[in-house]
Each structure stands twice: as C-alpha cells, then as structure tokens.
C-alpha cells in the first residue's frame, strides 16, 4: 500500500537553530513530493516541492527540503529557525503517472520554536 | 487572487441528517480536491475532479458521500446521512493544471463539521 510517514508528532528546536522535520514515502514510481504548512486558523499553504532534478529544493520563508531517492525520504530543513515557524506541517506525496493521481498526505509534524 | 473560498466555515447536525458544503476554487483551477481531516491526522482525498470529471472517488463513502462539480467551476459536497464518525474538516483545494501535472494546490480554510 502507498504511505507517507512523519514520524516525529512534535519536533522542538531552539530560535536561531537549525530544524529538520523528516518525512520518508513508500509510493509507486517516480513520485512527485511536496511541503504544506498548517499556521494556527489558517488554511494549508504550500511551501515547496520536488518534482525532477537538484534534489535539494528551495521554497518559502527560507525552508528547503533534501530528496533522497535511496532512503524515500525527503526531509524539510531551514538552518536558522523562528519563532513564526511554528506550526504543523505536513508531507504530501503524488505518485508518479502510472501509479495513479490521488495525492497522499503523512500525519503532520507539529514544529514549536522556543525562543 | 482571490483564494479557495469555502462555507458554511462551522456546521453542527445531528446524525442521520444531511449536510452539504460548498466549494468555489481559484478561477481558472482545472482540478478540484475534496478532503477529510480528523483531528489529529492527514487529510485524507475523498475526491479529486478535473473539469467537471472525476479523476479519483476511491476513498469516497458513496453510500453516504456524493460530490458534484457542475460546469467543471463550483462544487458541493454532501453526506447523507451524517454519522458520528464524519465530524472533521473538510477541505477544499484547486490546482491549476490538469491532474497529471505535479501542481501545488491551494487550500481553502475548510469546513467543520461536528456531528452529535
């Protein structure tokens, strides 16, 4: 069965410290992988994805994230962290075209920058 | 740009009866995507449409779930009737391209639905 799995509920980090939230998929194909983040009464936003090519990608308010087709993994990272980063966010993974269209999202990772 | 615009934001009902939630994507947003998110997990697809064609219902309870997307813009979802177990948030999102292409979509603030 396709999955995506975060398995760190919370990650806690220190303002001014870098963070990783990781996030590794078992889907068919070359998939498409994707970020969203969750703030407090606000809808899911899109931060970044990787679709072909430099497997680090670069996306919104300083995140990126590291494709690693070995591991099916990709993990999102910023090397200084903020207090606004808090917030829960979530994996998403696409299959590649022949293993359907249905976009698969992980559990979610609730983040939380102490200051 | 006008974003994912969704109501009612909050719904409460009793179970067995029905509700229905509607949804107005981005303009020009070829693929629509209904989800369901329980507290405290993923969202999880129930339907996706491009244009006014289903793409993929497989996660669609159609014995009590319906969606349509009339005229490939605005779209309603309904369950009826409700069961204890539907109270989530169902979110709403469009993506620009067809639902081949690896688009990001963009999420609407989501409906809550509480069913007692």
């Known amino acids: 069965a396709q999955s995506v799995a975060q398995p760190e509920d919370q990650v806690n980090v220190a303002e001014g410290n870098p963070l990783t939230v990781k996030c590794t998929y078992s889907?068919?194909?070359?998939?498409?992988l994707f970020w969203y983040v969750q703030y407090p009464n606000r809808g899911l936003q899109f931060l970044l994805k990787y679709i072909t090519g430099d497997n680090l990608v670069k996306g919104s308010y300083g995140f990126e994230a590291e494709f690693n087709k070995s591991q099916t993994s990709f993990h999102l990272k910023k090397p200084s962290a903020l207090v606004s980063d808090s917030a829960l966010y979530f994996c998403?993974?696409?299959?590649?075209?022949?293993?359907?269209?249905?976009?698969?999202f992980g559990a979610g990772t609730r983040l939380f920058v102490k200051a | 740009e006008a974003g994912v615009a969704q109501s009612p934001r909050y719904k409460i009902i009793e179970k067995r009866q029905s509700v229905a939630f509607w949804c107005n994507p981005i303009s020009g947003h070829a693929t629509l995507y209904w989800y369901q998110q329980i507290l405290g997990q993923g969202p999880k697809l129930l339907i996706q449409?491009?244009?006014?064609?289903?793409?993929?219902d497989s996660q669609l309870p159609k014995d009590r779930f319906s969606a349509e997307r009339l005229k490939g813009v605005d779209s309603t979802l309904k369950i009826q009737p409700a069961k204890l177990e539907d109270s989530a948030v169902y979110l709403c999102?469009?993506?620009?391209?067809?639902?081949?292409?690896?688009?990001?979509?963009?999420f609407g603030p989501g409906t809550r639905l509480t069913v007692l």
């Open positions: 999102a469009s993506s620009l391209g067809a639902a081949g292409f690896a688009n990001e979509q963009f």
């Open positions: 449409f491009q244009n006014n064609g289903v793409v993929d």
């Open positions: 998403a993974v696409r299959p590649g075209n022949t293993g359907g269209f249905k976009t698969i």
């Open positions: 889907v068919s194909g070359n998939p498409y």
